[in-house]
Every structure is written in C-alpha cells, then in structure tokens.
C-alpha cells in the first residue's frame, strides 16, 4: 500500500418531480408548432429528461418550477402523456442516471384549419339544390396535423354558439391534411365550421361577444 485516500460517498436526497399541468407558452390551445410549458415541483435534475409519450423530447430550459418543451414533430391531434425523469449525479465513472420519476401528465393537442396566405383551406363544392331547397355538397377542409386512419374524425358547422349541422368524415387508408367530406340536408347560408379528431377539436375565432365567426363553410 503505497498511499491511502477516503472513500468518496455520493448520496441524493429523494426527489419527487410533480408536474401541475400542461399548458401552451402562449396560453392559449395547445396547438401544433406551439411551445409547452409544464409547471410543477421538483422537476431540475442532473440531468432532466422529458418523455411525450415514452420517448424523450428536447427541452428549451428546466428550472424546479417549470420546463419548456417544444412540440415533436409527428404528433398526432388527440390526447398524449408528458412524464419527467430526473437524474443524480453519482460521480465517475458512473456520472449522471436517471433515478427518479413525476407523475404521468396528459394532454390534448388540438388540429387546426390551416391558411394559406390569410384563407381557411376550406372549400365547398358539387353543391346540389337551388332556392329553399336543402343542399347536398362536397367540403374539403385541410388541417394539421393530418388525421390518421385510425382517428374518429367529426366535422360540425355552427350557426352563432351552437352547432347546426356534424358530418363523419369518410374511413381513410392513409394519414392525409385533407379531408373530403360528403354533406347533405343543409341549408343555404355561412357556417363555422371545426373539426373534431377524436374529440379533440379545432379552435375556431370569437368576436368580443364570443360568438364563432371563423373559419367559414359558405353553402350557395
């Protein structure tokens, strides 16, 4: 024995990351492209990971009260899971491990009618009927993100508040932004129209009584 040293101890105190809620930076829907933010306890650690779910995402900045995390790329509309992992460092070599873990929070993100330029992708077609008589048409609307074959998806037009008329769309066999959707027994006028993939719905805009004014499904 040439030289003697103590013995390094690496201990932790026990954590118990707690995410509050899942809510869009902006404050509004948690739409796509849109930053998240997930308030809550306990969530800095060496290292901090963030799994949307089960798969790590990247993170913007981590402190003990809040994270920001940007949206993946490839979610679908419809409800998902965000956890944090936190990690101890236990020195070398072993260095950081993840050891600890929140409780499993969730959320929507919701599609949207998408523009080009400033107009709603949304077009009414083949429109069959003149006068009093009810009408029967082809609405084409395009969102993002696109519905999958699996996903329910429900088109409603609305007069005012409430909604007038919901359409299924048609069964697809691949994920596409563009739903054809077949209406029929409708009245002649302008509606609001939202999607909704699975119960998760598309925002649509309110004037200052709150009452829906876009986007708009034009029935001639």
Known sequence: VRSRGAARSNT?????????????????PIVPDAAR???GEQLDGSPTQV?????????????ASEIAVPLPAGLSAGPHTALVRLGV????PTGGRLAY??????????PVVTRTASKHNVTVSEVKGTGAALRSATLKVKIDPPAAPRHTVLVELLSG???AYTFAAPPRTTASPELVVPIKDVKAGAYVLRVRVDGAESPVEV????IPVAPKATVP
């Open 37 to 39: 933010v997930l308030p």
């Open 161 to 163: 508040p409430a909604v």
């Open 89 to 92: 460092d236990l020195g070398p």
């Open 12 to 28: 932790s105190t026990i954590r118990q990351p707690q995410i509050a809620r899942v809510l869009a930076a902006s404050g509004g």
């Open 207 to 210: 004037d200052a009584a709150q």
């Open 51 to 63: 799994e949307i779910d089960g798969t790590a995402a990247a993170t913007t900045s981590a402190s």
């Open 101 to 110: 873990a929140s409780n499993l929070a969730t959320f929507v993100l919701q």
